[in-house]
C-alpha cells in the first residue's frame, strides 16, 4: 500500500492508498453522512448521501467508494454539496411517514438527524405517501416498508454477513421495498430471526417488537456477555427503570456487530414472573418459603453433620458452565478447601471432558486452538460433528463469510444441517463413526504423500505408530463403516491436505460418544498430519456449548484439577494450594457426575449441591437420575428457577442471572471477557459468589471479597493462564488466555513454535463400535442434538414466548423412506422406547436424515431424548454417550 498525500477541507492529510474518502475524512473527525455505509461491508454508494466535490472532477462523488488518489483535494461541506445532500433528504422524505411524534426509532434515526442538521422538513412535491401493510409475522420484529429509504443495508447485512439470504430489495423507483422472496412473509421466508438486519436499519423500517414503550434516549446502555453459547457475543443491554427492555449488539471482536435470536431476542427470563424470588426449604414433603439464615444453617448443619459422621467424600458438588468463573472458582474452593473433598464436576463433563482428556494428551492443552476472528481467513474449513449455524450461529457465519471470500468447506455429519448444503464435499456418516471416517481421511493422505513431512519431523511424535495403524482403514473399508462414497473420502482428504491453512471445527458430534476421547485425538491426529496446528487461521477448534464451559473447566471445577488444569495427584500442586489457600487438601481424586449420580444411587454420595445445573434434563437416562437424586439425604439446588431438578431439592436458593451480577465468563476461543450488573436482583435474589463466600464463611472460612473483581485477583494469583488477567484490563475488550502477565496481550493462536507439551502426539486409535447398536427389538439409531431456537434445558428459552412460538415442542426427525416402513405421517403421534425409558413426541418427516436414523432435541422436558439415553460414558473422560442409542417406534 502506498502512501498518499490528500487535502480535505483545506487539511492536508497523508493516507493509505487502500482508503475511501470516507474513510480519510474519519481521519480528520470528519463527519460525512451516510445511510447504506457499514464498515464491515466495502462502500455500496446506495443512498449518495454521503456525496462529496473533489477539485477537478466532472461531478460530486460517493465518499463511501470513491479511494483516494495522491493529490486529491476533497471539499466534504462545500455549498454543492450541502445543496445536493438536501436535495437527497427532501426525496427520500417525499414519501416518508412524518410521524416523529410516535415513531420508536425517534433519538436513534438518521433520517431525522440528517433532516434536523440540514434543515430539510418536508418532501417538495407533496406526493402520495407508501401505503405497504405491515409485516408483523416475525415473532421479534417487524418490517415497516413504508420508511423504508432503499438503502439496502439490511439485504446486505443478511446477505454477506449473516450469509442467510432470507430478504432482497425488488420492484424499482416508487416501489421499491425490502422483503422476503415473492413477498410471502418474513414468517414464511428463511430468516432465522438474528436481527441482524434490524441492527443495521438506520430508519424506522425493521425494528424490535417489544412490549415496554422505549427510545433510545431513555435507556442506559450496559456493556455486557451473552449469557448463552460459548462463543461469547459482546452485547449492550438496554435498561430503563431497573429492567432489561431491549438488547443490541456490539460491533467488536468476536462477533463483530453480529448476534443470533436468542442473544438478541431472548432477555426476557431476566425480569419473568416465575424467577425465584426466596429461599425454599422443603417442609413436610413441600417447598415452603424461608430466611436466608433459615436456608444457610440448614445447609451448613447437613454439610458438617454428614462429614463428621460420613467423611467428606459422602458431599459433591455440581457446578455450573452458566455461571461466571469467580463462582466456579469459589465453588470448587467451598469443595476442597473446606468441605475437604474434590468431588465437583459440572456439565463440560457432558460435553467437552473428551476434549480435555485428548487435546491434552496430544497437544498439552484441551482448549480451542484458534481465535474466532482467523476464520475468516482459513483456506479450507472441516466441520465434524457440528451444526454450526444452530448451535454456535455467529461463528455459523463466520464460516459462511468465509465461503463468501472464496474458502472450501467439508463438512461431515449423520444429518444434512445447513453447511451441508454449502459444502465442496458432504459425508453423512452414521453416527458414532467419526475415528473410522478420520482414519480413512489420514489413510489417503499417507497413501497420496500428502503428510506435512518436515513439520512432523520437527514438531510431532508418535508418527510410525499412527501410519501402522492407519493402514487399514482403506477409503473402501472406511466407507462402509461410515455409509458414505469412498470417493468422497478421498476428496475432503485432499481438499484438507492440500490447503496452506486448513481450521477444524468440531462440537459435541464428536466428543458424546463411548469414544469420544479417541475422536478428539483423531481430530487432533488430522490436524497434525498436515502441519495445521499453531498457524493463525487453521487448528482444532472445539466449540464449547455454554457460555462459560471453559470458563468452568479453567477454575478447577473438575474431579482432578484445580485451577488451571493443576492436577491434585501431582504433590507440587497440592503443597501450592495449600499455601494460597492455608489449608490442608484431600488429594484423592473426586467423582465425575456419571459417578457422583451413582454413588447418590448407592448411598455413597449423601449430600449433593447443585449449582446451576439441571440433570433432570439434561444427563442420560433421566429416569436412572430420579431414582438416584430421590435417595440422596439431602439435595440442595442453587439457581435462577424451580427447575425440574429443583423440584426435587431439600432447600432452594435464588439466584441472580447474568444481568444482576459482575464477573467474567471465558468463551469458547478461551477469551475471557466482562460480565456487567445491569439491573439489581428482584426479591431476595442473591448473586451466586455471595451466596457461596457466605456458605464459606459460616463453615469456618474466614475469607471476603468486596467485588468479583478481587476474586479474580486471587484467580490471577494462581492459574497461570490468567495471570495477566484483571477486571481493568479487560475493560473494552477480552484477553485471550494464556495471558502470563500483566504486560501480556493475550494469546489468538496456541501452539506457535512449541506445543504446550513440548512436542506433540500422535495417538494412533482404532475404530470402536458404538457400545448400543439397533437389534430386532431397537431398530433404529437415536442421536440427540441442540435447535438454534432453544438453549440447554429451556431453563431461560423456555420463558421466552416468540421461541415457544416458533419451536413449541419435542419432535422426532424420521426419514421418509423410514416413515413409510412404519406407515407413519407428519406430525403422527408416537412413543419413543429405548432399554432405559419412553417417551411421546410427534414425527417430522425429512430428507434431512438418513433412512433408520432418527434425531430428537434434548430440550424439552415435557418428552425428554434423555430419557432414552444411553449412560455408558467412555472410560477416559467419563463422557456419556448422547450420540447413538437404539430405539424402537409405537404409534401412540
Ligand atoms: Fe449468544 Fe451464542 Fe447467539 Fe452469540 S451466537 S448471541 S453468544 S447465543
Redesign the pocket.
Known amino acids: 500500500m502506498k502512501e498518499l498525500n490528500v487535502v480535505i477541507n483545506g487539511n492536508e492529510l497523508k493516507v493509505n492508498s487502500s482508503l475511501t474518502i470516507l474513510q480519510a475524512a474519519e481521519k480528520l473527525n470528519i463527519d460525512i453522512p451516510t445511510f447504506c455505509n457499514d464498515k464491515r461491508l466495502i462502500g455500496h454508494g446506495a443512498c449518495r448521501i454521503c456525496v462529496c466535490e473533489v477539485a477537478g472532477a466532472r461531478s460530486l462523488v460517493p465518499a463511501c467508494t470513491a479511494p483516494v488518489a495522491e493529490g486529491m483535494v476533497i471539499y466534504t461541506h462545500s455549498e454543492t454539496v450541502i445543496k445536493t445532500r438536501k436535495e437527497i433528504l427532501e426525496l427520500m422524505i417525499e414519501n416518508h411517514p412524518l410521524d416523529c411524534l410516535t415513531c420508536t426509532k425517534t433519538g436513534s434515526c438518521k433520517l431525522q438527524d440528517y433532516c434536523y442538521e440540514y434543515d430539510i422538513t418536508e418532501g417538495p412535491f407533496h406526493g402520495e405517501k407508501k401505503k405497504y401493510p405491515i409485516d408483523d409475522t416475525n415473532e421479534f420484529y417487524y418490517a415497516d416498508q413504508n420508511k423504508c429509504i432503499s438503502c439496502g443495508k439490511c439485504v446486505r447485512v443478511c446477505n454477506e454477513l449473516q450469509c442467510t439470504g432470507a430478504i432482497g430489495q425488488y420492484e424499482r423507483g416508487f416501489e421499491t421495498h425490502v422483503g422476503a422472496p415473492f413477498d410471502i412473509g418474513l414468517k414464511d421466508s428463511i430468516c432465522v430471526s438474528c436481527g441482524n438486519c434490524v441492527a443495521a436499519c438506520p430508519v424506522g423500517a425493521l425494528m424490535p417488537k417489544s412490549k415496554e414503550k422505549f427510545r433510545q434516549f431513555d435507556v442506559k446502555k450496559v456493556r455486557t456477555t ?1 449469557a ?2 460459548g ?3 459482546q ?1 449492550d443491554l438496554l435498561v430503563k427503570n431497573n429492567k432489561v427492555v431491549g438488547v443490541e449488539p456490539a460491533d467488536v471482536i468476536p ?1 463483530d456487530g453480529l ?2 435470536v ?3 431476542f431472548a432477555y426476557k427470563f431476566i425480569d419473568h414472573p416465575d424467577r425465584l424470588k426466596t429461599p425454599l426449604i422443603r417442609k413436610n414433603g413441600v417447598l415452603v418459603e424461608a430466611t436466608w439464615d433459615e436456608a444457610y444453617d440448614l445447609i451448613t448443619s447437613k454439610m458438617i453433620s454428614t462429614k463428621e459422621n460420613f467423611g467428606a467424600n459422602a458431599i459433591a458438588g455440581l457446578s455450573s458452565a452458566r455461571c461466571t468463573n469467580e463462582e466456579n472458582y469459589l465453588f470448587q474452593k467451598l469443595f476442597r478447601a473446606v468441605i475437604g473433598t474434590n468431588n465437583i464436576d459440572h456439565c463440560a463433563r457432558l460435553c467437552h471432558a473428551s476434549t480435555v482428556a485428548g487435546l491434552a494428551t496430544t497437544l498439552g492443552s484441551g482448549a480451542m486452538t484458534n481465535g474466532i476472528h482467523e476464520t475468516i481467513n482459513s483456506d479450507v474449513i472441516f466441520v465434524i460433528g457440528s451444526n454450526t449455524t444452530e448451535t ?3 461463528i455459523g457465519a463466520k464460516i459462511k463469510q468465509a465461503l463468501l471470500k472464496g474458502a472450501k468447506l467439508i463438512v461431515a455429519e449423520p444429518r444434512k444441517i445447513e453447511l451441508a448444503k454449502s459444502a465442496d464435499v458432504f459425508l453423512q456418516i452414521t453416527p458414532g463413526t467419526n475415528v473410522a471416517l478420520l482414519n480413512g481421511m489420514m489413510h489417503v493422505i499417507i497413501e497420496e504423500g500428502l503428510q506435512a513431512k518436515e513439520y512432523i519431523d520437527e514438531r510431532v511424535e508418535g508418527y510410525e505408530g499412527l501410519e501402522k495403524i492407519l493402514k487399514d482403514y482403506t477409503p473402501e473399508k472406511v466407507a462402509l463403516i461410515c455409509g458414505v462414497d469412498p470417493e468422497d473420502i478421498k476428496r475432503a482428504a485432499r481438499l484438507y491436505a492440500n490447503a496452506p491453512k486448513a481450521s477444524l471445527f468440531y462440537a459435541m458430534g464428536v466428543t458424546q460418544h463411548s469414544t469420544g476421547t479417541y475422536g478428539v485425538m483423531s481430530t487432533s491426529n488430522l490436524a497434525l498430519l498436515c502441519g495445521n496446528i499453531g498457524i493463525e487461521s487453521g487448528g482444532v477448534n472445539p466449540l464449547r456449548g455454554q ?1 462459560n464451559v471453559q470458563g468452568a473447566c479453567d477454575m478447577g471445577c473438575l474431579p482432578g484439577d484445580l485451577p488451571g488444569y493443576q492436577k491434585i495427584l501431582n504433590p507440587e500442586a497440592i503443597q501450592k494450594f495449600e499455601r494460597a489457600w492455608d489449608v490442608k487438601l484431600s488429594t484423592k481424586m473426586g467423582l465425575t457426575i456419571p459417578e457422583i449420580i451413582n454413588g447418590a444411587d448407592s448411598g455413597e454420595v449423601k449430600v449433593l449441591y447443585i449449582m446451576g445445573e439441571n440433570p433432570m434434563v439434561s444427563d442420560p437416562d433421566i429416569n436412572h437420575v430420579k431414582h438416584a437424586l430421590k435417595k440422596l439425604d439431602f439435595l440442595v439446588v442453587q439457581d435462577i428457577f424451580l427447575t425440574e431438578t429443583a423440584e426435587l431439592a431439600d432447600v432452594v436458593l435464588p439466584a441472580a442471572s447474568f444481568a444482576e451480577k459482575d464477573g467474567t465468563f471465558t468463551s469458547t476461543e478461551r477469551r475471557v471477557q466482562l460480565v456487567r450488573k445491569a439491573v439489581s436482583p428482584i426479591g431476595e435474589i442473591k448473586a451466586d459468589w455471595t451466596i457461596l463466600m457466605e456458605l464459606m464463611n459460616r463453615m469456618g472460612y474466614k475469607k471476603t471479597y468486596a467485588h468479583p473483581s478481587e476474586i479474580m485477583d486471587e484467580i490471577a494469583g494462581v492459574n497461570p493462564a490468567y495471570g495477566g488477567i484483571s477486571f481493568d484490563r479487560i475493560q473494552e475488550e477480552g484477553l485471550q488466555w494464556p495471558c502470563p502477565t500483566k504486560d501480556h496481550l493475550g494469546t489468538s493462536y496456541l501452539h506457535k513454535g512449541k506445543f504446550a507439551r513440548g512436542k506433540a502426539l500422535f495417538m494412533a486409535v482404532d475404530y470402536a463400535k458404538s457400545a448400543e447398536l439397533p437389534d430386532e427389538d431397537y431398530p433404529f439409531i437415536l442421536t440427540t442434538g441442540r435447535i438454534l431456537y432453544h438453549y440447554h434445558t429451556r431453563t431461560m428459552t423456555g420463558k421466552i414466548e416468540g421461541l415457544n412460538k416458533i419451536a413449541p415442542e419435542s419432535y422426532l426427525e424420521m426419514n421418509p423412506a423410514t416413515a413409510n416402513k412404519l406407515k407413519l405421517e407428519d406430525e403422527t403421534h408416537v412413543k419413543v422406547s429405548s432399554r432405559r425409558g419412553e417417551v411421546l413426541t410427534k414425527v417430522r418427516i425429512t430428507d434431512i436424515i438418513e433412512e433408520n436414523v432418527l434425531f430428537m432435541p434434548f430440550h424439552f422436558a415435557e418428552s425428554a431424548a434423555n430419557y432414552l439415553t444411553n449412560p455408558v460414558f467412555d472410560p477416559i473422560a467419563k463422557i456419556p454417550e448422547f450420540k447413538v442409542c437404539a430405539v424402537k417406534i409405537e404409534r401412540s
Do not use: A, D
Open positions: 451473552c448463552y453459547c462463543v461469547g457475543c452485547m462477533n448476534l443470533c436468542k442473544g438478541r454456535h450461529p455467529v457460555n
